[in-house]
C-alpha cells in the first residue's frame, strides 16, 4: 500500500469515527471521492479513477475544513442567536466573533464568506451586493 493510500483511509477513518450515523457511500460522497460531475445537467458521479490519490486527499482536506468551519460557524452564531434581533451586520459580525473571517474570506474565499452572511440571515440578493 502507498503512503498516500494509507492517508486516504486515515481521513476516511477519522471522519466515520466523528460522524458514525453516516453511511460509508454517504461518507465518500461528503468527503469528495466520489461527487457529481461539475457542470453536468446529468448528475453522472464523476470517473475517479484518473484522480491522483494526491488529488483525492486534497479533495477530502478542503471538505473536511469546510465541514469544520460550518460548524464554527452555526456554533459562533447559534451562542448569540438571541441577542442578534435588530442588529446590523457589522454589529452581528462582531457580537458572533465572525469579523475577522469575513473580512479575510470576503476577498479569498467568497463561498465562506457567503456562509457567514447566509447563516446570519442575509437574504441572497443583498449577498450578492456585499461580495461584488
Do not use: C
Not at 4 to 26: C, D, G, M, V, W
Not at 119 to 124: I, P, S
Amino acid at each position: 500500500m502507498k503512503k498516500q493510500h494509507s492517508e486516504i483511509l486515515k481521513l476516511i477513518s477519522t471522519y466515520l469515527e466523528e460522524n458514525p450515523n453516516q453511511r460509508f457511500a454517504q461518507a465518500l460522497f461528503n468527503l469528495g471521492i466520489t461527487e457529481f460531475k461539475k457542470n453536468s445537467a446529468e448528475f453522472e458521479l464523476r470517473d475517479i479513477y484518473n484522480d491522483a490519490d494526491n488529488e483525492i486527499i486534497k479533495r477530502i482536506e478542503l471538505n473536511l475544513n469546510w465541514f469544520k468551519f460550518q460548524e464554527k460557524v452555526s456554533k459562533q452564531i447559534e451562542t448569540q442567536k438571541e441577542n442578534l434581533q435588530g442588529m446590523t451586520l457589522n454589529e452581528m459580525l462582531y457580537a458572533t466573533e465572525l469579523m475577522s473571517d469575513f473580512d479575510d474570506y470576503r476577498n479569498s474565499n467568497k463561498k465562506y464568506a457567503e456562509f457567514i452572511l447566509f447563516r446570519l440571515g442575509v437574504d441572497y440578493e443583498s449577498i450578492l451586493q456585499i461580495l461584488k
